[in-house]
């Protein structure tokens, strides 16, 4: 069993900066690849970044490169997104998820095994 928490989201003007922060609990967390999805209301879930289990590898949403990246502290068992230049259309739910014990992380909802609560990112025009 894992359990997720997200924190750091919040209310933000375009073209500022946040960093969301994801800790994990309840199994060893270097295996397991991590991301970040997000849901905007009225949509789909869908992907924004994933980084495999040792940090070597990191995906993005093409909608996000260059402006969010993605890392992870093992030790601390944490994974962030920094989120620079934030447009409207960021605004969204944005959950951390698990895929455990694997080589290399999906870019579907369907790979991820475990999920936290989400926090709300709002970007202001």
């Known amino acids: 069993q894992v359990q997720l928490e997200e924190s750091g989201g919040g209310l933000v003007q375009v073209g500022g900066s946040l960093r969301l922060s994801c800790s994990s609990s309840g199994r060893a967390f270097g295996s397991d690849s991590m991301a970040w999805f997000r849901q905007a209301p009225g949509k789909e879930r869908e992907f924004v970044a994933a980084i495999s289990a040792g940090g070597g590898r990191t995906y993005y949403q093409d909608s996000v490169k260059g402006r969010f990246t993605i890392s992870r502290d093992n030790a601390a068992k944490t994974v962030t997104l920094q989120m620079n230049s934030l447009k409207p259309e960021d605004t969204a739910t944005y959950y951390c998820?698990?895929?455990?014990?694997?080589?290399?992380?999906?870019?579907?909802?369907?790979?991820?095994?475990?999920w936290g609560q989400g926090t709300q990112v709002t970007v202001s025009s």
């Open positions: 998820a698990t895929e455990v014990l694997s080589t290399e992380p999906g870019t579907t909802s369907f790979d991820y095994d475990y």
